[in-house]
């Protein structure tokens, strides 16, 4: 399985600012998936991120207040824009679930916490 | 739209005890099915999985049961013990579109 890690690992922002994640992986993998997990919830898949394209979001969730960026094989940050204490959650990035594995394996999450 | 029901949202058993979860699908494509077990402040953990072409699959203490007629598959926990407690998630996979569907997780608490 992939080696995926996360940074940060947890941080504490203020309203109104913006925050970014950076997911990294030990392997070239074509497809990338952020998801949000709030306290005591599954797992809501934000949006896909492909190397070379736009993101695709999923129905609830925007551009403008989750940009993503995916600049090669490896590597994918998600910003969570304009926080409010409602975007207080795990963000988690993954890969796998595509042709070439079925499996998707996580990272190990980023816990927001918006004051 | 498609979804994954899971049931129960909370189980306590006694420590020796078996545990079952149970989940339905509604997306009669989708052909992969695996379980996850997450620990508090951990990552979703992939603890066994099964495929559409098979109907049971067993690793040491867990298995895994699927009923494609019924759109339905269990997470079997037997001599449960208390490093079993966390919350487990089921899924399922359509690898024609890519859809992965988690269930809503269930909160296994083993009782010593």
């Known amino acids: 399985s992939a080696v995926i890690s996360q940074k940060p690992s947890r941080d504490i922002c203020q309203r109104g600012t913006s925050l970014t994640i950076q997911c990294q992986v030990d392997s070239q993998v074509t497809m990338m998936f952020w998801y949000r997990q709030q306290p005591g919830q599954s797992l809501t898949l934000i949006a896909t991120?492909?190397?070379?394209?736009?993101?695709?979001?999923e129905s609830g969730f925007v551009i403008d207040k989750f940009p993503i960026s995916r600049p090669n094989l490896t590597f994918s940050t998600l910003t969570v824009s304009n926080m409010s204490p409602e975007d207080s959650s795990i963000y988690l990035c993954?890969?796998?679930?595509?042709?070439?594995?079925?499996?998707?394996?996580f990272g190990p999450g980023t816990r927001l916490t918006v004051l | 739209g498609e979804n994954v029901e899971q049931h129960p949202s909370t189980l306590s058993v006694q420590e020796g005890d078996s545990a079952v979860i149970k989940c339905t699908y509604s997306?009669?494509?989708?052909?992969?099915f695996p379980w996850y077990k997450q620990e508090l402040g951990k990552r979703p953990q992939l603890i066994i999985d099964?495929?559409?072409?098979?109907g049971e699959k067993k690793d040491q203490r867990i298995a895994v049961t699927l009923n494609k007629t019924a759109k339905h598959f269990s997470l079997h926990i037997t001599e449960t013990q208390p490093e079993d407690s966390a919350v487990y998630f089921c899924a399922s996979f359509t690898s024609g579109t890519y859809k992965y569907i988690f269930g809503t997780g269930t909160r296994l608490k083993v009782l010593a």
């Open positions: 099964i495929r559409s072409n098979v």
């Open positions: 991120a492909n190397q070379g394209s736009e993101a695709t979001y």
């Open positions: 997306d009669s494509a989708s052909n992969y």
């Open positions: 993954s890969v796998g679930g595509t042709g070439v594995s079925d499996t998707q394996y």
